[in-house]
């Protein structure tokens, strides 16, 4: 997953920006505004990575469902109990779902990607976002396996939450009918 992020090491080439005059300028423009930047979209109308690996009861992917796990226990750092409010469903896919969810602890929002573990897939999610420490690629905070009533098991991964998609920017842009700006797209072409 990619994210908008220009923070420490973002599309600051002056080879993706060479069609500008002062390149540096418009770079810290396009910085100022991607981080303040928010679509007015509503999802409804478009279709520590030293945790400890708990396993949780139920779905948890409600409107309002209450998840609670324990990270910490490694490396001379103490347990910790946090826990989650799932506030809505952002995407859903083959093998799972990701939620909104906001911390109760601090109100930290976070994104909460809910897989399936098939026993005939071999999933190496986990493994690679352990791996990336990326500005430009979500991180993973922890994470969590749970179980439904049917005994099926989930890996939970809780990563930073980015608020837009180059999907819904494009939508939204494309709905009024506008192209979007160069800079944007040489953005998010420089990022994937």
Request: hydrophobic fraction near 35%; proline fraction near 2%; charged fraction near 25%.
């Amino acid at each position: 997953m990619a994210s908008a992020s220009l923070g420490n090491g973002g599309a600051g080439s002056s080879r993706s920006v060479n069609s500008f005059k002062s390149s540096s300028s418009s770079v810290d423009w396009l910085g100022r505004e991607m981080l303040e930047m928010r679509l007015r979209d509503k999802v409804d109308h478009d279709e520590d990575r030293d945790s400890e690996p708990d396993v949780v009861d139920g779905v948890g992917a409600e409107t309002g469902h209450v998840i609670r796990t324990t990270i910490g226990g490694r490396n001379g750092h103490s347990k910790q109990n946090v826990s989650y409010i799932a506030e809505h469903v952002v995407g859903t896919g083959s093998f799972g779902v990701v939620f909104q969810a906001k911390c109760r602890e601090t109100g930290e929002i976070v994104a909460i990607k809910k897989v399936l573990q098939d026993k005939r897939y071999k999933n190496r999610e986990l493994q690679i976002m352990q791996m990336l420490d990326h500005p430009n690629i979500v991180s993973l905070k922890h994470y969590f396996f749970s179980k439904t009533d049917k005994e099926e098991l989930y890996l939970n991964l809780v990563l930073e939450y980015v608020p837009e998609t180059v999907n819904r920017t494009a939508r939204s842009y494309s709905r009024i009918n506008t192209r979007m700006p160069l800079i944007y797209v040489k953005l998010y072409t420089y990022q994937v």
